[in-house]
C-alpha cells in the first residue's frame, strides 16, 4: 500500500522564511464552493455498533463497542436552504492536530483558518430524492481531508456518508469533542496490517449502510486508498443486491481481493471504475488487472471503466490540492509540493475527478441513458487519459 501523508506533515520542510510569512497569517481561506446545483448541510455524528466489541484491543472508556464518527451530507435545493455560509474546514481538534505536531512553527494555524464554503446551515425543506454513497479514505488518513471533495458530488443531488475509521484513522475527534489518535505510528502499513485493517472495515462499512440507507435502496461506494480497497470487499461480498457501484481513487487492493472480480455467475449486475495517478493504470497495477481479468471471466457484463490523470500521485486525491492551491503555498517551495502532491493543479484536479465521478454515479445509480465521459477521450477534459472500459 503506498503511504499517504497526512495534511501537515506536508508542509514539514518549507522554507523559514516562509513560514514566518504564514505564522502570522490569520485570515480565513474560503475553498471554492461546489458546482453543482444543489446545496448540502454536513451532520457529524458517532455510531456505535454494539454487536461488536472494539476490534483494536485498547482501553476506550467511550465505549467498548465499535464506534465510527461520519459526516452526512444531504443535499437540498437551494430555496429550501434558509441560510448557506461557511463552516471550518477541520474540527479544532484535528486542526491543531495538524498545525502542532508537524507544522515547522508552533504558532502556524494553515489548517484552522481554511473553510468549506456554500454550505446549507439552515435547511427548511425536503432533502433532495437523492441516492446514496458511502465514502471511505485511506489509511492513516482523517475523514476530514475529503470533506471538499465530498462536498462536490453531494451537490450534484448525493446523499453521501463520509466514514472516519477511528484507531487506523490519523486522529479522530468525536462530536462531544474527545480525541482518539491512530493505534499505529507510521502512516505505511504492512501487509498484514492493511489486511487486518480492511477486515475491520469491511464491518464497519455495512453497519453505515444499514444506519443510513432505506430498505430496499440501491448504494454506491466512493473511495481512496485503502477505503477503495475495503470497499471493493464489500461490494464483493454483498448477497443482498444492496451495493451496485464502486469508484476506486487509486486504491491498490489488499490481499486476494482482486483475484475475486466482481462477483460470480449470476450475481446481480455490478458497475466499477478506476481513477489512478499519472500511469497508474489497469495495465500497470497487478491487482487492478487481476480484478479486470476476474470479471471478465466470471461476470463479463459487469461494467468497468478505466482512467488516469497525467500531473498526479496518490497523495493527490483527497483535498490536499485544492487546499494548496487556495492557500495560495505551492509557490513557497515548488518543488517540495511537486514531490508531494504533483504538478497537477488542485481546482482543476478536483473538477476533473468529480466530473468523472458524477458521471459514472448518475450512470449507475441514476439511471443516465448516456455518459461520453465513460465512453472515450472527451475533448472537454484533455487533461483526462482514458484507459479502457468493458461490459458496456
Not at 249 to 259: I, M, P, R, S
Request: with cysteine; proline share 7%; aromatic share 10%.
Amino acid at each position: 500500500m503506498a503511504p499517504l501523508l497526512s495534511f501537515a506533515a506536508l508542509l514539514l520542510s518549507l522554507l523559514p522564511a516562509a513560514t514566518d510569512a504564514l505564522c502570522t497569517n490569520t485570515t480565513v481561506v474560503s475553498l471554492p464552493p461546489p458546482e453543482g446545483p444543489y446545496v448540502s448541510s454536513i451532520t457529524v455524528q458517532t455510531l456505535t455498533d454494539r454487536s461488536r466489541l472494539n476490534p483494536f484491543n485498547v482501553s476506550d472508556a467511550r465505549s467498548p463497542y465499535r464506534q465510527l464518527v461520519v459526516s452526512y451530507y444531504e443535499p437540498y435545493q437551494k430555496e429550501s436552504c434558509a441560510l448557506i455560509g461557511d463552516i471550518d474546514y477541520m474540527t479544532a481538534g484535528v486542526a491543531e492536530f495538524f498545525n502542532a505536531a508537524n507544522l515547522p512553527l508552533p504558532d502556524m494555524t494553515t489548517f484552522s483558518q481554511m473553510k468549506l464554503s456554500g454550505v446549507c446551515l439552515e435547511p427548511h425543506g425536503q432533502v433532495a430524492d437523492a441516492p446514496l454513497l458511502l465514502f471511505s479514505g485511506g489509511f492513516w488518513t482523517s475523514r476530514q481531508e475529503y470533506g471538499a471533495l465530498v462536498q462536490r458530488i453531494s451537490s450534484w443531488g448525493y446523499r453521501v456518508v463520509l466514514i472516519d475509521h477511528p484507531y487506523d484513522a490519523s486522529v479522530v475527534q468525536f462530536p462531544e469533542g474527545d480525541i482518539v489518535y491512530s493505534y499505529y505510528a507510521s502512516d505505511i502499513p504492512t501487509d498484514a496490517i492493511s489486511q487486518f485493517v480492511q477486515d475491520i472495515r469491511v464491518k464497519d462499512i455495512p453497519f453505515v449502510a444499514k444506519t443510513f440507507g432505506q430498505p430496499g435502496e440501491k448504494i454506491g461506494f466512493y473511495g481512496h486508498s485503502l477505503g477503495a480497497s475495503c470497499e471493493t470487499a464489500v461490494l464483493q461480498n454483498d448477497t443482498t443486491d444492496t451495493f451496485i457501484a464502486a469508484l476506486n481513487l487509486d486504491g491498490k487492493l489488499v490481499g486476494n481481493t482482486g483475484d475475486l472480480g466482481l462477483g460470480v455467475a449470476g450475481s446481480p449486475a455490478r458497475s466499477y471504475m478506476f481513477i489512478g495517478h499519472d500511469n497508474h493504470t489497469v495495465p500497470s497495477e497487478p491487482s487492478w488487472v487481476a480484478l479486470w481479468n476476474t470479471t471478465a471471466q466470471l461476470t463479463p457484463d459487469d461494467a468497468r471503466v478505466a482512467v488516469d490523470i497525467p500531473g498526479t500521485i496518490h497523495n493527490s486525491f483527497n483535498d490536499l490540492p485544492l487546499v494548496i492551491e487556495t492557500a495560495g503555498v505551492r509557490s513557497i517551495n515548488e518543488s517540495y509540493f511537486t514531490t508531494l502532491i504533483g504538478t497537477k493543479n488542485g481546482l482543476r484536479e478536483v473538477q476533473d475527478i468529480s466530473a468523472y465521478a458524477r458521471e459514472f454515479f448518475d450512470w449507475t445509480m441514476k439511471g443516465n441513458a448516456t455518459h461520453p465521459l465513460l465512453d472515450g477521450p472527451n475533448p472537454e477534459f484533455p487533461d483526462v487519459v482514458y484507459g479502457q472500459k468493458a461490459g458496456f
